[in-house]
């Protein structure tokens, strides 16, 4: 018999999202929630991380009934190589997308991308004297050939660490060594630990653990700091500027073209396209007032960042978008892209548009989008979309709600220029306790928990404890509708933030970027400890994933950890089928790395757990309340 479908009421926290779960029902629409339900109850062995489907003697469960596997491999065993894959395929997925940007910049250099160009020249020269490129009087494509290669030669074999630890603390890189942490090579770790988790391998789950951290950590200070910071250099590094967000932002008057997925090499044509006078011309010609495009999920958050476009939603907002019937086209790259998103389109007028050969949907128009033809292949896309609104049934179409304002861009360049050149006005605002300490509030959604209570909860709870918070990822879209995003917001912060971020007229809460640009957290934590003489790990900073689901969000969680930055999930991956694995990463890394992870589904339990933590540090720093 069929399960009833959960009270909407109970799903989300949105009326926008509400809105549309009703349209859905309405329409006969099936959503995310309803195949959670179908799904559940979750398979035991699977939850606790128990099955081994690594070989063909397999597959294996392993419980206290039968505690091996055909191999012998017991529950550590299998969790940590489990959890080992898991962490990999995060950090390969930014990483890949990392080499993506490096990939055109080599296209820009052998002049083969006529329509991208190096938009921060001093950020570009800024990173090749980070990594020993000499600059001085060289020409700019010069310099950018080298760090071209140089960032190229991070994913390979034959370097001792990736070249940006150049910006972590020498403690920090100290301690690598000594366990054997230190991130060589992005593709190396990766591919180590594909093999390391073959049967027969590595049969020692700290040990295995530990080439997670390094691998993590290769995307984190390696192929996620690539990709963004070559997206800066490309496509210029976000200032301060103001924006919409909700599925308000979707404009019943104009042709609307989502932009989904992560890599900021599509979705910034499309939006140069978009603009072109051709094209709005001939959406004018259809009876639309114009062209609107709009992000979901991170590369919405780029766009958002740097352009300024509304933002739509986050990742539980992704299939309830198209279901407004306003939808003329989504147009995807890779990561995060729901494959129900082309069965919701096909219910309406929505054209599916992906773009990437490593990321195709059965059903979609692809588009094999190459630097080269860039510009003509937007073009293409957005014909597409502006085409499509002829074919939109106006009586389908509901938009809930009014956009909310928000303010985004701060890059830590953006972040340094506000206060005057240098960190020294945060470090003492840290000092005098108005700004007591840090969380990083980073990721997603996941339907099984209520959509943004957390990401929304535990951001409220810290800033009121004077603790500044910065998002990234799915948790921007959160913040953005709570009101969070704007100056107005230091009525909800605590004494201290409010003072602070009143002088500077910013929100308690900054939008730091998509989840590759969780890369700017960590480094301005690095810069924090190198100013102040000390590791990350004695910082009063934390970070968390409150409502996290994928493999991205366990390699940031991890190598977050491994910087030193105590982390907090709201519900656990899935190693509790091992107590050696789960007391490692629960309490066992604090010896190795000066930080851990911790679980806790509420939010003012864990806005409590920070805020001990936090004492802690500045207690350890010599800092008083
Ligand atoms: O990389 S926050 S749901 S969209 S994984 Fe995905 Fe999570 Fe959103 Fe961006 Ni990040
Ligand atoms: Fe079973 Fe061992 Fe093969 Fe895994 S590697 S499936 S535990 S026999």
């Given at each position: 018999m069929a399960k009833e479908p959960r009270p909407i009421d109970e799903l989300t926290i949105w009326d926008d999202a509400k809105a549309m779960l009703k349209k859905a029902r309405r329409e006969g629409v099936e959503t995310v929630h309803d195949r959670l339900d179908q799904q559940t109850p979750h398979c035991k062995f699977c939850e606790l991380g128990t099955t081994c489907r690594n070989c063909t003697m397999g597959p294996c469960r392993v419980s206290?009934?039968?505690?091996?596997?055909?191999?012998?491999?017991d529950a550590d065993v299998i969790v940590a190589r489990n959890f080992g894959r898991f962490v990999t395929g995060g950090a390969a997925g930014h990483s890949d997308h990392g080499r993506d940007l490096i990939e055109v910049l080599e296209a820009i250099v052998e002049g083969e991308a006529p329509d991208y160009k190096i938009t921060d020249e001093g950020k570009l020269f800024r990173l090749a004297g980070e990594v020993g490129i000499e600059t001085e009087g060289r020409e700019l494509m010069a310099v950018a050939e080298d760090l071209m290669e140089c960032f190229f030669a991070d994913f390979g074999s034959r370097k001792k660490s990736v070249s940006l630890l150049s910006r972590v603390p020498e403690v920090r890189k100290e301690k690598w060594a000594k366990l054997g942490m230190t991130p060589r090579g992005v593709d190396r770790e990766i591919a180590e630990m594909m093999h390391r988790t073959h049967m027969g391998c590595d049969n020692d789950a700290p040990n295995t653990l530990i080439h997670a951290a390094r691998t993590a950590l290769a995307d984190g200070w390696g192929g996620s700091m690539i990709g963004t910071e070559l997206s800066d250099v490309i496509f210029g590094t976000p200032t301060p500027k103001m924006s919409t967000a909700n599925l308000a932002v979707i404009k019943e008057d104009k042709v609307n073209l989502l932009v989904h997925g992560h890599n900021p090499v599509v979705s910034e044509m499309i939006l140069a396209a978009a603009r072109e006078p051709e094209m709005v011309a001939r959406a004018k010609e259809l009876g639309a007032t114009g062209i609107n495009v709009a992000g979901l999920c991170c590369t919405g958050n780029e766009l958002l960042m740097r352009q300024g476009i509304p933002m739509a939603g986050n990742h539980l907002m992704t299939e309830l978008a198209i279901i407004t019937?306003?939808?003329?086209a989504v147009v995807v790259d890779y990561q995060?892209?729901?494959?129900s998103l082309v069965q919701i389109s096909g219910c309406y007028h929505t054209k599916f548009i992906d773009t990437a050969n490593k990321a195709r949907f059965t059903g979609a128009i692809h588009f094999d989008f190459q630097p080269r033809t860039a510009m003509k292949q937007a073009r293409e896309i957005v014909s597409i979309a502006i085409e499509a609104f002829a074919e939109r049934d106006a009586g389908r179409v509901e938009i809930p709600g009014e956009p909310i304002e928000i303010m985004t861009g701060f890059s830590n360049e953006a972040v340094i220029e506000a206060l005057g050149g240098t960190l020294d006005p945060l470090v003492k605002a840290i000092a005098d306790g108005d700004i007591r300490g840090a969380v990083g509030i980073v990721g997603c959604n996941n339907?099984?928990?209520?959509?943004d209570s957390l990401n929304v909860g535990l951001t409220k709870e810290l800033i009121k404890k004077d603790i500044l918070v910065i998002v990234t990822g799915c948790v921007t879209t959160a913040a953005g509708k709570a009101g969070l995003l704007v100056p107005e917001a230091i009525e909800m912060a605590g004494p201290g933030l409010k003072k602070i971020c009143g002088a500077l007229g910013i929100p308690p809460v900054l939008h730091y970027g998509s989840c590759v640009d969780n890369s700017r957290i960590i480094q301005l934590c690095a810069a924090l400890a190198n100013e102040l003489g000390v590791d990350i790990s004695d910082l009063p900073v934390g970070a968390s994933s409150p409502e996290w689901y994928s493999e991205k969000a366990a390699a940031i969680g991890l190598y977050a950890v491994a910087s030193g930055i105590y982390t907090h999930l709201g519900h656990p991956p899935?190693?509790?089928?091992?107590e050696t694995v789960t007391n490692l990463a629960v309490s066992g890394l604090e010896d190795l790395v000066g930080a851990s992870f911790f679980i806790e589904p509420d939010a003012v339990k864990t806005a409590e757990m920070f805020d001990e933590r936090i004492k802690a540090k500045r207690k350890g720093l010599g800092l008083s309340e």
């Amino acid at each position: 018999m069929a399960k009833e479908p959960r009270p909407i009421d109970e799903l989300t926290i949105w009326d926008d999202a509400k809105a549309m779960l009703k349209k859905a029902r309405r329409e006969g629409v099936e959503t995310v929630h309803d195949r959670l339900d179908q799904q559940t109850p979750h398979c035991k062995f699977c939850e606790l991380g128990t099955t081994c489907r690594n070989c063909t003697m397999g597959p294996c469960r392993v419980s206290e009934k039968r505690p091996r596997g055909v191999c012998g491999a017991d529950a550590d065993v299998i969790v940590a190589r489990n959890f080992g894959r898991f962490v990999t395929g995060g950090a390969a997925g930014h990483s890949d997308h990392g080499r993506d940007l490096i990939e055109v910049l080599e296209a820009i250099v052998e002049g083969e991308a006529p329509d991208y160009k190096i938009t921060d020249e001093g950020k570009l020269f800024r990173l090749a004297g980070e990594v020993g490129i000499e600059t001085e009087g060289r020409e700019l494509m010069a310099v950018a050939e080298d760090l071209m290669e140089c960032f190229f030669a991070d994913f390979g074999s034959r370097k001792k660490s990736v070249s940006l630890l150049s910006r972590v603390p020498e403690v920090r890189k100290e301690k690598w060594a000594k366990l054997g942490m230190t991130p060589r090579g992005v593709d190396r770790e990766i591919a180590e630990m594909m093999h390391r988790t073959h049967m027969g391998c590595d049969n020692d789950a700290p040990n295995t653990l530990i080439h997670a951290a390094r691998t993590a950590l290769a995307d984190g200070w390696g192929g996620s700091m690539i990709g963004t910071e070559l997206s800066d250099v490309i496509f210029g590094t976000p200032t301060p500027k103001m924006s919409t967000a909700n599925l308000a932002v979707i404009k019943e008057d104009k042709v609307n073209l989502l932009v989904h997925g992560h890599n900021p090499v599509v979705s910034e044509m499309i939006l140069a396209a978009a603009r072109e006078p051709e094209m709005v011309a001939r959406a004018k010609e259809l009876g639309a007032t114009g062209i609107n495009v709009a992000g979901l999920c991170c590369t919405g958050n780029e766009l958002l960042m740097r352009q300024g476009i509304p933002m739509a939603g986050n990742h539980l907002m992704t299939e309830l978008a198209i279901i407004t019937g306003a939808v003329e086209a989504v147009v995807v790259d890779y990561q995060c892209i729901m494959p129900s998103l082309v069965q919701i389109s096909g219910c309406y007028h929505t054209k599916f548009i992906d773009t990437a050969n490593k990321a195709r949907f059965t059903g979609a128009i692809h588009f094999d989008f190459q630097p080269r033809t860039a510009m003509k292949q937007a073009r293409e896309i957005v014909s597409i979309a502006i085409e499509a609104f002829a074919e939109r049934d106006a009586g389908r179409v509901e938009i809930p709600g009014e956009p909310i304002e928000i303010m985004t861009g701060f890059s830590n360049e953006a972040v340094i220029e506000a206060l005057g050149g240098t960190l020294d006005p945060l470090v003492k605002a840290i000092a005098d306790g108005d700004i007591r300490g840090a969380v990083g509030i980073v990721g997603c959604n996941n339907p099984k928990i209520k959509h943004d209570s957390l990401n929304v909860g535990l951001t409220k709870e810290l800033i009121k404890k004077d603790i500044l918070v910065i998002v990234t990822g799915c948790v921007t879209t959160a913040a953005g509708k709570a009101g969070l995003l704007v100056p107005e917001a230091i009525e909800m912060a605590g004494p201290g933030l409010k003072k602070i971020c009143g002088a500077l007229g910013i929100p308690p809460v900054l939008h730091y970027g998509s989840c590759v640009d969780n890369s700017r957290i960590i480094q301005l934590c690095a810069a924090l400890a190198n100013e102040l003489g000390v590791d990350i790990s004695d910082l009063p900073v934390g970070a968390s994933s409150p409502e996290w689901y994928s493999e991205k969000a366990a390699a940031i969680g991890l190598y977050a950890v491994a910087s030193g930055i105590y982390t907090h999930l709201g519900h656990p991956p899935n190693i509790l089928g091992s107590e050696t694995v789960t007391n490692l990463a629960v309490s066992g890394l604090e010896d190795l790395v000066g930080a851990s992870f911790f679980i806790e589904p509420d939010a003012v339990k864990t806005a409590e757990m920070f805020d001990e933590r936090i004492k802690a540090k500045r207690k350890g720093l010599g800092l008083s309340e």
